[in-house]
Nanobody
Framework: QIQLVESGGGLVQPGGSLKLSCTVAGRLSDYDIAWFRQAPGAEREFVAAVRRNNNKYYTDAVKGRFTISRDIAKNTVDLQMNSLKFEDTGLYYC??????????????????WGQGTQVTVSS
C-alpha cells in the first residue's frame, strides 16, 4: 500500500504556469501514476499518466502545454503546467495503479488516490 500527497496548486492568471507535485510514500517504481482533475459540477477526468517504463500519455486538451515527469530517487511525480487556461481550473489528484493503455483514462483503474490540490486559473 502507498500514500499519495499532492502539492503546488494555487491561483494563477491565464497564460501562467504552475508545477504540481505528487509525493509517494511507498515504492514509486512499483506503480504507474496518473493525474486527474475535477471541475465543479463535472466528472473527474484524466489529464496525464506516466507508466513504470516511463512512457507518458496526455489528454488532447493539455498536449503541448503540460509535462508529466517522475523522479524515482525523490519518489515524486510532477506535472508542469504551462500556458494555463480558464478551463484548466479544478481539483487535481494524483493516482496510482497498474494500468493498461486502453483503460488508463478511467478513474476506476487506479487503486490509490491523493486528497487533491486546487488549481484556479482566473484573471
Amino acid at each position: 500500500q502507498i500514500q499519495l500527497v499532492e502539492s503546488g496548486g494555487g491561483l494563477v492568471q491565464p497564460g501562467g504556469s504552475l508545477k504540481l507535485s505528487c509525493t509517494v510514500a511507498g515504492r514509486l517504481s512499483d506503480y504507474d501514476i496518473a493525474w486527474f482533475r475535477q471541475a465543479p459540477g463535472a466528472e473527474r477526468e484524466f489529464v496525464a499518466a506516466v507508466r513504470r517504463n516511463n512512457n507518458k500519455y496526455y489528454t488532447d486538451a493539455v498536449k503541448g502545454r503540460f509535462t508529466i515527469s517522475r523522479d524515482i530517487a525523490k519518489n515524486t511525480v510532477d506535472l508542469q503546467m504551462n500556458s494555463l487556461k480558464f478551463e484548466d481550473t479544478g481539483l487535481y489528484y494524483c493516482a496510482a495503479g497498474s494500468i493498461i493503455v486502453s483503460t488508463m483514462r478511467r478513474s476506476s483503474t487506479y487503486y490509490y488516490w491523493g486528497q487533491g490540490t486546487q488549481v484556479t486559473v482566473s484573471s
